[in-house]
């Protein structure tokens, strides 16, 4: 009688294991599946993109002059410059130096998660008579303002077009080149561009 009531918990307990197991099995199987999968599993980005430092072809150290910004023609007597680095893009809005520190996103894409510069005031440059005013200030900070929303980048020819979040062209820069033709952008901007509508 004792060995039926041990062979009968042995079944129960077998039946309920043989139950339990498909659970097991899905759950081992679900996590399997939405592991991270390692590093050199990672998809190559595709030729010509340039996600800031995280592949494609390499933008660290490379400088750029600002051309426009949503289509507004940058005056060339305004100078807005960056320089790409490791976590951070740097140069001068016009009239105060900036810091715009970036992260990674995907395996494409970048977000700006700081912007830290002067708090100089900027001049009013008056290029000559009867040409309109500049408003440095204002083009600092509708040039700071949109490349905090970037969310990509592509290098065409010796320009470097940025994108926004939503993927609509933001900022366009022209490469820089040493000695005397460093403050001087190497191609100008698209024909479609609109001018400057900023006046005093």
């Known amino acids: 009688m004792k060995t039926n009531s041990t062979q009968s918990c042995f079944s129960v307990q077998l039946c309920r294991t043989l139950l339990l197991l498909p659970l097991l099995l899905s759950s081992v199987a679900v996590c399997a599946e939405t592991a991270t999968p390692p590093e050199s599993a990672v998809t190559p980005l595709p030729t010509g993109a340039c996600p800031l430092n995280s592949g494609g072809p390499s933008l660290l150290d490379t400088e ?20 790409v680095g490791e976590l951070a893009l740097t140069g001068s809005g016009g009239c105060n130096e900036y810091e ?42 509708a040039y700071l303002r949109t490349l905090q929303r970037a969310g990509s ?38 024909a479609e561009e609109k001018p400057a509508t900023t006046t005093n």
Not at 120 to 129: H, W
Not at 170 to 179: A, C, R
């Open 64 to 83: 750029w002059r600002l051309l426009s910004v949503y289509g507004n023609k940058v005056p060339s007597e305004l100078v807005i410059s960056m320089k």
């Open 100 to 141: 715009a520190d970036f992260k990674r996103v995907g395996h494409t894409g970048f977000m700006i998660t700081e912007v830290d510069k002067g708090r100089a005031g900027c001049p009013i440059l008056r290029p000559g008579a009867g040409q309109q005013t500049i408003n440095v200030g204002d083009w600092e900070g």
């Open 153 to 190: 980048v592509e290098t065409i020819g010796n320009t470097l077009h940025f994108y926004n979040r939503s993927g609509e062209p933001s900022v366009v820069f022209g490469k820089k080149f040493g000695g005397t033709d460093a403050d001087s952008p190497a191609v100008e901007p698209p």
